[in-house]
């Protein structure tokens, strides 16, 4: 019974909800990879994947307003900024980055989210980070550079940098959108609007010749098994996006938007697990020491904010008391 709690108490808690968020993020590089590899483009990806779980959460996001069509009237700003910034423009911003850098220095720069979370928490409070707050933020983002595993030589365009922070300010949004306490909107509803945002802004720039369009209906290979195009499809859109998405947001509504941030930054290390298991990838003890550094930070992080919680709560101390960035 003990162990039991223990788990029921873990999973309650927002960290659990935070994992899983994370692990089934960290599919998405496995499956795209898989399609990418039989010629479909990067933007093709996305756009179905973004189409397809919007189309997949309408039917339930509709009966969870059934008579509440108000809360989407209400909140029609927060869907908007969640589909345009956290969803489209961040990838859009991430794959420009990835145009002119290396995947890794892309991927580290977009991580840079959670210390802009900290450093504006600090602008708009006044307060400086408490150490432990610090520490995390420095353990997190040494554990990234492992995980990613920087070696050899890489090519750095101050273009694709700017690219870069970019999509990072944009995923930093998403944080914040999506930690807002008074939205009145159920995660799906926002989950599946913000999909739909994203969505018909993807096909919007496809249709205006920004977002070159490729398809292809060859097998894909995840591990040892060749399979119909739309399984890696099908993954990419019900794992990776549908579940990702709504239990990130759930998580990051219990948690706040600092927390999930950097819970956030373990989906580089399940995306590393998920490539040496379907795509035959295998990670090297340097990659594990970051994971392991990753988790600290975390942990750093937050037992921050329980000991803040213990405490008399400081105002905009916990990101929840944040607006949304314009």
């Not at 990838?91 to 991927?107: D, E, I, P, T």
Request: proline share 5%.
């Amino acid at each position: 019974m003990p162990a039991r709690t223990g788990v029921s108490s873990f999973l309650a808690s927002g960290l659990g909800v935070a994992l899983f968020s994370s692990a089934v993020f960290g599919l998405s590089g496995s499956f795209a990879k898989s399609l990418l590899e039989t010629g479909w483009s990067p933007g093709a990806a996305v756009t179905a994947r973004l189409t397809g779980a919007a189309l997949v959460l309408a039917v339930p996001a509709a009966l969870a307003l059934r008579g509440r069509w108000h809360q989407l009237r209400d909140n029609w700003l927060t869907v908007v900024l969640f589909g345009v910034i956290g969803v489209a423009a961040c990838q859009l911003l991430y794959f420009n980055a990835v145009a002119r850098l290396s995947v890794g220095v892309a991927l580290l720069l977009e991580y840079l989210a959670p210390v802009m979370i900290v450093l504006w928490l600090w602008l708009a409070s006044r307060r400086r980070p408490r150490p432990l707050t610090i520490g995390g933020t420095l353990l997190s983002l040494a554990g990234l550079v492992l995980v990613l595993d920087l070696t050899g030589a890489v090519r750095i365009d101050l273009v694709g940098v700017l690219w870069g922070v970019a999509a990072a300010v944009c995923l930093a949004i998403y944080f914040f959108i999506t930690a807002k306490e008074n939205d009145t909107l159920p995660p799906i509803v926002l989950a599946s609007g913000g999909l739909l945002a994203g969505a018909a802004v993807m096909w919007l720039a496809a249709a205006t010749g920004l977002l070159p369009m490729a398809a292809s209906t060859a097998d894909t290979r995840l591990g040892p098994w060749v399979t119909p195009w739309w399984v890696s499809l099908g993954g990419l859109v019900l794992l990776a996006t549908v579940l990702a998405y709504v239990s990130g947001i759930v998580a990051a509504r219990a948690l706040g938007s600092k927390v999930a941030s950097f819970i956030s930054l373990t989906e580089v290390l399940f995306a590393v697990l998920w490539a040496w298991l379907l795509l035959g990838e295998l990670p090297g003890p340097v990659q594990l020491l970051g994971g392991v550094l990753i988790v600290g930070g975390v942990l750093l992080v937050r037992l921050d904010e329980l000991r803040t919680a213990a405490a008399v709560p400081a105002p905009l101390d916990h990101a929840n008391d944040v607006e949304p960035v314009p």
